[in-house]
């Protein structure tokens, strides 16, 4: 009988050779919103750049198919228990999509809204100086700002005995400092060692019935040791205490007067074995003590804020050539337009009993009765306040003391409670630095903790490039240097990525919120780097905004260097630099909106400029080209900026010439915003509108005479939630619903515009409210928007959607782009010239109704710019536009340029803050700041014409110019 040969338990080669992983991105049948892709394959682990003109489908496929299909299968791979809680996303519509890496999306949004957010905790590196310097930092004294030294018992208990004489104290051990937690067994042993009462949270509590606690939030809890007296008899019973204490204290110990009553009334002292001087005792060093979010750390004043709201006295007297009577001063101006009421009387009092002469402007009272009015009248002062009518039987006097108009407005906004009366009074107050930590946040114990000499506040008060050669050279030695070299490493490898991105200006206290969208993304792209993964695709969304040319290269070579950690690089950009340095390249369009959506062109850049149905290669070859005016405007005045000083400007004269297109330039944190958005735009805003927004630091502005108004067109979104549309914001839906109201089938039914409204009841679907979508909550995720299951996204109910003009109901021209809906509605003239303007400023592509969160950032300005255009010239306007240039191809900067020169035709003057050289060569007058960002910038460079910048040689715009405009 033959032997049976068992089976090998091995597997067959075959089936151990390790799977390769894909080096494409297979991509058929792509279908989100105006794609039509029938196959692409994208090269993994390389530099791939996705460009074309404004909506031809970059950002559709970038993310919202790769990105988001990546987040999708992300979530797919969680359990059951843990879905529940993230609810279900949406599947792109892709008919396949194979070779997918993890996906990490870096897009323009603005770093956070939280005023606690700053660069250094955006990037970690203010969590790693924390622990640097709870390390390795020195207390120093607060009094005498020497380092502190430890007391002994017997030093505590002379301290006591000469500080505190005769009074009455209560000894106390910390146990739990700021810590969550219901504590039972703590109070259980504690009452078991025979200790009888424990302070919690500043009550005493015996603890046989101690208090229960609640475990989610922070408690401090000491137990009392002794109940003294301090006098040199009970000497030893009080060192005996003294030491149980700093036993039970783990070191501490505090001290309490009981007294109330008395020279040692409020008496409290910490002690501390280890750190006290000057009779204070300074806690052990821990990173809390350096947060400003923590009570451990944060100034008591400010709660960590660095900033409280104060009266400002520009704010209370807009107009000091009025006098009081005719409304200088702002809080009272209705009461004295009026003439009756208790401030009013208050106002007559206060003229009468102090002589102020209410005829008199402002501006020519004396100035000891300005600071009457505003500060207030001596405390033993008096008024006479008189009520009711004279003569009669309701008439009186009453005396009262002055409080002063910017006490009054300090105290009725500390006291409200109505959030109406918090907004009327804010419009009155400005941020101000605190009194106390003077801005930096921190308690003065934390501010006296010092490492090389410089305390944690200074250090971060540097600017990125400052930092890195600071922590390069501390010098430290020995144990220091083993205990910080963790902590330095990884704040080094942070700065040193900070530095690659281009913002080596930026300092590392800089708010969060007033951070651009290009400086926020190149902040999260620089915590990427520190991160080190592999393997991953990072998605881009325009990644040099805000970016000087000077520093392009620093920025493509850290994509590079992202791309050599073994990932794959999507980047959706219209940088030429960028563009050439693609490893890959995908050209979208021909057009835009429904124009768009295919593949133009996918290889090496270089062959893209034969691509004949490319126009991004058309541009790139100099086939198509921006010309370069034939000549330049001459100014027709100008307002004159004297003694700019704003955060880094250097006391500098600036003139902006009226009539023509002006183009403020620089290196990134050179000074334009601060100077523009700073100080032109709020001056005028103030000057011409009234507004009260806060005017940065100089001496005058001139020549504001020659303009009527000013407008600011930023890049803000025109609306935060699905209810806001191009269509909303330029007012063109509104005559939609005129029309729609007008038709025959509506007037038999009695409806009116308001029918076709989505935000109010009556025609709208009830379900989703008129939003369309419905929000699903993330957690810790971003909110998801999914369509409505009722009326799948049309936002109306069937009844109003019985309704047609020209066989489409409301529901189906909210989703016309504009070009379809200037066809349909050719016959309305006012609504034509609306739906022109939009095409005039390349936005042809976009749906009437897309939604406002939906938008980018260059989209929503040119729906702003639209509604300009719209309107009726005065001739006498100033636009200012920051980067208008953002999200836009060559070819939608050719359309833009073309309504910038329409507006200044027209008699208007445009300032734009532009780095796009296609713009600046364009300008009729460029004004140049630099020569660097930050603290080396803040000059004036160059100013004249295009041609006259470019022979500057100390203007990096200019070198850039140069070979543009062939000046010799």
Not at 360 to 371: E, I, M, N, Q
Not at 541 to 561: A, F, K, V, Y
Not at 745 to 770: D, I, L, P, T, Y
Request: glycine letters at 10%; charged letters at 25%; proline letters at 5%.
């Amino acid at each position: 009988m033959d032997a049976i040969t068992p089976p090998d338990p091995r597997p067959a080669v075959a089936d151990t050779l390790p799977v390769r992983e894909p080096d494409f991105i297979e991509i058929r049948g792509a279908h989100e919103h105006n794609l039509r892709i029938d196959e692409l394959r994208v090269p993994k682990r390389k530099l791939v750049v996705f460009t074309g003109v404004s909506g031809s489908g970059k950002s559709s496929l970038a993310f919202d198919t790769l990105y988001a299909e990546g987040q999708r299968r992300y979530i797919e791979s969680l359990s059951a228990y843990a879905r529940q809680f993230l609810g279900q996303l949406e599947r792109p519509k892709v008919e396949h999509l194979r070779g997918l890496s993890p996906t990490i999306a870096i897009e323009q949004k603005s770093a956070s809204n939280n005023p606690r957010s700053t660069v250094g905790t955006i990037t970690e590196i203010y969590d790693y100086l924390r622990v640097l310097y709870a390390r390795v930092g020195v207390q120093h004294c607060t009094d005498c700002g020497k380092p502190v030294h430890s007391s002994s018992p017997e030093q505590i208990v002379e301290e006591l005995l000469h500080d505190a004489k005769d009074a009455r104290l209560t000894l106390l051990a910390p146990v739990v400092t700021h810590r969550k937690g219901e504590y039972k067994d703590l109070f259980e042993e504690l009452r078991g060692r025979g200790f009888v009462r424990v302070e919690v949270d500043g009550e005493i509590h015996p603890l046989e019935t101690p208090p229960k606690l609640d475990k989610k939030l922070k408690h401090s809890i000491a137990v009392v040791i002794d109940r003294i007296i301090a006098r040199a008899s009970d000497k030893r019973r009080i060192t005996e205490s003294v030491e149980l204490a700093l036993r039970e204290g783990h070191g501490e110990v505090r001290a309490d007067s009981a007294d109330t009553t008395g020279p040692h009334a409020g008496f409290k002292r910490l002690f501390s074995e280890a750190r006290s001087c000057c009779g204070k005792s300074f806690p052990e060093l821990s990173p809390q003590s350096f947060s400003f979010n923590s009570p451990l750390g944060m100034c008591p004043t400010c709660n960590g804020l660095g900033t409280r709201m104060e009266p400002a006295e520009d704010l209370v007297v807009p107009d000091p050539s009025l006098s009081v009577r005719d409304g200088a001063i702002a809080p009272w101006a209705t009461a004295m337009e009026r003439g009756e009421g208790w401030t009013f009387r208050i106002v007559e009092g206060l003229a009468k009993s102090c002589e102020v002469d209410l005829d008199t402007p402002w501006s020519k009272l004396p100035k000891k009765k300005r600071s009457l009015v505003l500060h207030g009248a001596d405390a033993d002062k008096r008024i006479a306040v008189e009520w009711g009518s004279e003569g009669s039987a309701s008439h009186g006097t009453w005396g009262m003391r002055f409080e002063g108009v910017i006490p009054n407005l300090m105290r009725r906004y500390r006291e409200t409670d109505s959030d109406a009366a918090r907004e009327h009074l804010g419009k009155f107050f400005r941020e101000a630095p605190c009194d106390d930590c003077g801005g930096k946040r921190l308690r003065p114990e934390s501010l006296q903790v010092r490492v090389a000499k410089t305390n944690i506040a200074d250090a971060t008060a540097m600017t990125v490039r400052q930092a890195a050669d600071h922590f390069s050279g501390l010098g430290l030695r020995g144990a220091q240097q083993t205990i910080a070299e963790g902590a330095l490493r990884e704040i080094s490898s942070r700065l040193v990525f900070l530095l690659n991105v281009g913002l080596d200006y930026l300092t590392l206290d800089r708010s969060g919120p007033t951070l651009s969208g290009g400086e926020a993304q190149r902040i999260r792209l620089a915590s990427q780097l520190g991160s080190e993964l592999s393997g991953v695709m990072y998605v881009l969304d325009e990644p040099s905004i805000g970016l000087h040319q000077r520093d392009n290269q620093r920025l493509i070579r850290t994509l590079q260097h992202l791309r050599d950690l073994g990932n794959t690089v999507l980047v959706v950009e219209h940088d030429e630099d960028t563009i050439r340095a693609a490893d890959h390249l995908v050209d979208f369009g021909p057009g835009a909106g429904h124009l768009g959506g295919h593949v133009v062109f996918s290889g090496l850049p270089k062959d893209i400029e034969h691509c004949p149905g490319s126009l991004t290669g058309a541009y790139l070859s100099g086939r198509k080209k921006i010309d370069i005016p034939a000549a330049r405007r001459k100014p027709r005045g100008v307002v004159t900026v004297r003694g700019a000083a704003e955060h880094n400007l250097r006391n500098v004269d600036v003139g902006f010439p009226l009539g023509v297109l002006v183009a403020v330039t620089g290196v990134s944190g050179a000074g334009k915003s601060s100077l523009v958005n700073g100080i032109l735009l709020p001056a005028l805003a103030h000057k011409l509108h009234g507004s009260l927004d806060r005017i940065g630091a100089h001496k005058a502005i001139e020549g504001l005479a020659a303009l009527d108004k000013v407008i600011a067109i930023d890049q803000r979104p025109i609306g935060r939630t699905p209810r806001s549309n191009p269509g909303t914001y330029t007012k063109s839906f509104d005559q939609i619903r005129d029309l729609f109201a007008q038709l025959p089938e509506s007037r038999a039914r009695g409806w009116k515009a308001g029918r076709f409204s989505f935000n109010v009841k009556g025609g709208r679907c009830e379900a989703c409210q008129g939003d369309g979508v419905i929000k699903v909550e993330m957690h810790f995720l971003s909110d998801v928007y999914v369509p409505c299951e009722v009326c799948h996204g049309k936002r109306y109910n069937a009844q109003t959607l019985a309704v047609t003009y020209k066989n489409r109901n409301i529901a189906e021209v909210l989703d016309l782009s504009v070009e379809d809906c200037l066809e349909t509605f050719n016959n309305v003239p006012t609504l034509r010239r609306v739906l022109q303007t939009l095409i005039d400023v390349g936005l042809g592509y976009m749906k009437i109704g897309q939604t406002a969160p939906t938008m980018s950032g260059g989209e929503a300005q040119r729906v702003k710019l639209s509604r300009e255009l719209c309107k009726v010239q005065t001739g006498n306007t100033l636009y200012v536009l920051d980067e208008p240039t953002t999200g836009l191809h060559f070819e939608d900067i050719h359309r833009l340029l073309i309504v910038l020169q329409r507006l200044v035709d027209s008699g208007n003057t445009v300032l734009v803050i532009e780095h796009n050289l296609d713009v600046i060569k364009c300008a009729d007058w460029v004004i140049d700041l630099g020569p660097e960002g930050g603290a080396n910038g803040g000059s004036v460079i160059a100013e004249g014409t295009p041609e006259q910048v470019a022979r500057v040689k100390r203007s990096f715009t200019g070198q850039f110019l140069k070979p543009l405009l062939a000046v010799k």
